[in-house]
């Protein structure tokens, strides 16, 4: 039900504000993903095979949410593109996620984009588990989700503004990478002063 009134008022936002070059301020969370999130399957473009956010689990994900007839959506996806390259190579995972269309020509619009876009990161329509991770109250499009690599949602950011948004992305995406780096670095610490501590008993004895 919540999915439904989240959908129904996203909808609104999109017939109204869908032209619009918004951008709030980013929202903190901290909402760990749950199991059938991960687990959903998601019907992709032009017959590929389903994919699940578990495919990706373990890395940093940047989810979108976009409608192909709304514009800065468009650029955002322009723009998704541009990051998918920046970040390639690195533990960073991108994923576009299209609205579900009731009329079959707004569907194949949204197919036709895609195709002719030739997007190298993974793009399919939502479902019921991702509309209740991407949809707030308070949701519009492009809607970006951003997990760490731990699992956790933890910032969502609305809107597209060319000015504002690639930055917040690529920063949110370079703290996120940063400070799974310095855990990693601050466990191999500990091991390493675990293993010296073992060493140094075992000579004593």
């Given at each position: 039900m919540r999915f439904l009134r989240s959908y129904s008022l996203l909808a609104l936002v999109l017939l109204y504000g869908g032209a619009a070059i918004a951008q709030p301020a980013p929202q903190t969370l901290s909402h760990r993903v749950p199991e059938q999130t991960w687990k959903a399957e998601i019907k992709s473009f032009g017959g590929s095979a389903p994919f699940s956010l578990n495919d990706d689990k373990g890395k940093v994900i940047l989810l979108a949410v976009w409608a192909y007839w709304c514009k800065p959506c468009l650029n955002a996806m322009n723009e998704l593109a541009k990051i998918q390259e920046d970040f390639a190579g690195q533990n960073v995972a991108v994923v576009g996620i299209s609205l579900y269309y009731s009329f079959p020509d707004d569907k194949r619009g949204a197919i036709d984009y895609v195709q002719y876009s030739k997007f190298k990161f993974k793009m399919g329509w939502i479902n019921e588990e991702i509309g209740?991770?991407?949809?707030?109250?308070?949701a519009e499009v492009p809607n970006f989700m951003l997990i760490n690599s731990d699992g956790v949602l933890v910032e969502r950011i609305l809107?597209?503004?060319p000015a504002k948004t690639r930055t917040l992305l690529r920063d949110a995406l370079k703290n996120l990478l940063k400070s799974r780096t310095g855990l990693e670095k601050k466990e191999a610490e500990s091991k390493t002063f675990q293993l010296r501590e073992a060493q140094a008993l075992s000579k004593k004895e």
């Open positions: 209740g991770l991407l949809m707030a109250d308070d809107g597209f503004n």
